[in-house]
């Protein structure tokens, strides 16, 4: 999960979509940036509310049972991402790294700072995608060849 989201490229692409559909419907934004954040905020919220009934459904489905992973498997997937992590390149560590560090406004500006090297923020997105993607695909295969 990212930022409390289940899928932030899957949020992205349904903002995409809507804003998109909004102005091939003849629409006039005034401040296209405000509309497109607004349109964000508003999926999501959307995301949240839907992921929250389905949480609160599958806690009363699942009252007898333990909700949590054991500890082992949470230190096996930590110890599968640092492996994972350390297979990268030095460049897409250092990328992830800054990518994820900070908070508000100084991780604002180091991800301007990661857009303009990596030439546009839809570059780096599509970096992080793909990068995340190649890590979860590690961490799946170390996690099965742990679990054997």
């Avoid at 301007?112 to 992080?128: E, S, T």
């Amino acid at each position: 999960m990212h930022k409390g989201c289940s899928d932030p490229d899957d949020l992205f692409d349904k903002t995409i979509d809507v804003v998109v559909g909004k102005i091939e419907g003849g629409g006039e934004y005034p401040n296209p940036a405000a509309f497109c954040f607004g349109v964000a905020k508003n999926i999501w919220r959307q995301d949240l509310r839907e992921r929250s009934s389905a949480a609160a459904t599958r806690v009363e489905q699942n009252m007898a049972f333990a909700t949590r992973p054991e500890l082992p498997v949470l230190e096996q997937e930590l110890k599968c991402l640092e492996r994972c992590m350390g297979e990268l390149s030095s460049g897409d560590r250092e990328i992830v790294s800054q990518y994820h560090w900070g908070q508000g406004r100084d991780k604002i500006e180091t991800r301007k700072r990661l857009a303009d090297g990596a030439g546009g923020v839809n570059a780096l997105r599509i970096k992080m995608c793909r990068i995340r993607k190649e890590l979860r695909l590690c961490v799946a295969g170390c996690m099965k060849q742990g679990a054997n």
